[in-house]
């Protein structure tokens, strides 16, 4: 819980405390009072648990979808830098098998994330604020945010692979600073988006 | 007898419930379930932890807006109607008295059409 919503909920206690104090009730009693006024916490937690949701899947899939261009630049430095489309085998000629295939792979991860990033931004904008079954939004948006935490996995994991190919069999020098940037990235972006797609899941479990 | 309207009863209804306690100016979280109560003579006593994401997502439906203050050294958040949550306000206020003349007529006793 951020800590915007504890200093509300903190004045909220204390503002009812302070009204059951003017009515008459002892310290003690009126912040028990206050207390039993707001709720079971479990009642309270599942109230919150929607729009914590959305929120946290509006986050995600708005740091990867920002992050994927420049992600995708650094690669593309990297493999300008290294003379990949001039002066080495283009990738669907290196000697290893079915390594062809990340291009498309990626391609369709990009998409994915598009699509599922439209679907997010309108599930947690206003249009699904709106609605007054709060929790499908909330749902759809953890599932199309998770897809865009999986989809930067596959992005990423596809890069890393085409690196690893290109040095261990394509001939030639490599720029490797450019290449070690853009791998530093995708490696700290896979990590980021495999825990934020654990937290998503389990969120969206707990969303009934 | 009095009866306390539950969560479930008012299910469809709190948002509207809660854009008319800020038709008459702004307030903060507490001042809104304060309003509510007072206003139902206690007949609508939700707990006041469950109100607060009601309000965040009307807020990010555009309906209401909020700004942040002091007050006796704390922190407080007031919210207040926007352009549309006033005419979100209108059109729920209006299909409410729709639908309550048309069920407050149909549940008069009257003489009801013969079955065939």
């Not at chain 1, 690893?164 to 940037?181: E, N, Q």
């Not at chain 1, 791998?183 to 009934?208: C, K, Y």
Request: with cysteine; net charge positive.
């Amino acid at each position: 819980m951020c800590g915007a919503i504890r200093d509300e909920l903190r004045d909220g206690l204390l503002e009812a405390e302070r009204a059951y104090r003017a009515a008459g009730l002892s310290g003690e009693r009126a912040a028990a009072a206050a207390v039993a006024d707001f709720g079971e916490p479990g009642t309270v937690a599942a109230a919150f648990a929607p729009e914590l949701a959305a929120r946290d899947a509006r986050r995600v899939a708005l740091a990867l979808l920002r992050t994927g261009p420049l992600i995708g630049l650094m690669w593309g430095l990297a493999a300008l830098a290294s003379g990949m489309a001039v002066g080495h085998a283009p990738p669907w000629r290196w000697p290893v098998p079915g390594i062809h295939l990340a291009f498309p792979l990626i391609a369709a991860a990009i998409a994915t994330s598009g699509i599922a990033g439209a679907l997010t931004i309108a599930a947690t904008g206003r249009l699904g604020a709106r609605r007054h079954l709060t929790r499908r939004p909330a749902r759809l948006a953890s599932t199309a945010a998770t897809t865009i935490a999986a989809s930067a996995l596959t992005c990423d994991l596809a890069l890393l692979a085409l690196l690893i190919t290109s040095a261990a069999t394509a001939s030639g020098s490599r720029a490797w600073l450019p290449a070690t940037v853009a791998a530093t990235a995708s490696l700290t972006r896979l990590a980021l988006a495999a825990r934020a797609g654990r937290r998503l899941v389990a969120t969206r479990a707990r969303l009934r | 007898m009095t009866t306390y309207m539950q969560a479930d009863t008012l299910k469809g209804h709190l948002d509207a419930l809660l854009l008319a306690t800020l038709e008459s100016g702004p307030r903060h979280g507490y001042a809104i379930i304060d309003a509510l109560k007072s206003a139902s003579d206690g007949q609508i006593d939700l707990p006041s932890g469950t109100i607060y994401p009601a309000l965040h997502r009307l807020e990010r439906a555009g309906l209401i807006a909020s700004s942040w203050s002091t007050s006796s050294g704390r922190r407080r958040r007031t919210y207040e109607l926007t352009a549309a949550g006033r005419r979100a306000l209108g059109a729920e206020r209006a299909a409410w008295r729709e639908f309550s003349d048309t069920v407050t007529a149909l549940l008069e006793p009257r003489p009801w059409p013969a079955t065939a």
